[in-house]
């Protein structure tokens, strides 16, 4: 949205913005996964060696901090 914005109609992004905002935001960045998704595992244990290959080795970082998806989100708020 916040390089081609004329892609997007406005009234469209600013609703995924605010979904994005309320769900997907949280205090260090952006999640990559919806918490309400079946396959989301809020807790990361990279000292887990189970044989669950979807939290094995740290492999669920849903709730990473993820800086570059969240300055975007940040600069389409402000240029809509």
Do not use: W
């Not at 960045?29 to 998704?37: C, F, I, V």
């Not at 740290?58 to 389409?76: A, Q, R």
């Amino acid at each position: 949205m916040t390089v081609a914005p004329e892609l997007f109609q406005e009234d469209h992004a600013l609703i995924a913005l605010e979904l994005a905002d309320k769900i997907l935001r949280g205090p260090l960045g952006m999640k990559t996964l919806d918490p309400a998704d079946m396959q989301y595992r809020p807790v990361y244990d990279n000292l887990n060696d189970s044989t669950d290959p979807a939290i094995a080795k740290g492999l669920n970082y849903h709730n990473v901090c993820i800086l570059i998806p969240t300055f975007f989100m940040e600069l389409s708020l402000v240029s809509t």
